[in-house]
Nanobody, 124 residues
Framework: QVQLVESGGGLVQAGGSLRLSCAAS????????MRWYRQAPGNERELVAQ???????NYEDSVKGRFTISRDNAKNTVYLQMNSLRPEDTAVYTC??????????????????WGQGTQVTVSS
């Protein structure tokens, strides 16, 4: 019932910028950590950035100083501002979130959810 939808990908020249968005909808009690992953053809999926519900942030070393992750809790949305893009940033970017969808007096239902991904292509 929970759905994550990414947007904002596209084609840019090296040195350009893009801003990705990922909005969660559905039966949501709370959202814990939100993350951005990326995967290029032939490569493993890698974690790009993470932001916790408390605002703690972590970045992959290669994007530090260039990318900024943020979230709007009122909109259940996480963003990834990408500046100074390089060809090696080309990949499908996918958001991920740990979401609690229900609870009782003794139990919580919390699972990881994934979006469909959005293509980012950086040309030389």
């Amino acid at each position: 019932q929970v759905q994550l939808v990414e947007s904002g990908g596209g084609l840019v020249q090296a040195g350009g910028s893009l801003r990705l968005s990922c909005a969660a909808s559905g039966r949501i009690y709370s959202i814990n950590s939100m993350r951005w992953y990326r995967q290029a053809p032939g490569n493993e999926r890698e974690l790009v950035a993470q932001i916790t519900s408390g605002g703690n942030i972590n970045y992959e070393d290669s994007v530090k100083g260039r990318f900024t992750i943020s979230r709007d809790n009122a909109k259940n949305t996480v963003y990834l501002q990408m500046n100074s893009l390089r060809p090696e940033d080309t990949a499908v970017y996918t958001c991920n979130a740990d979401i609690t969808t229900g609870y009782s007096s003794t139990y919580q239902w919390t699972s990881a959810y994934w979006g469909q991904g959005t293509q980012v292509t950086v040309s030389s």
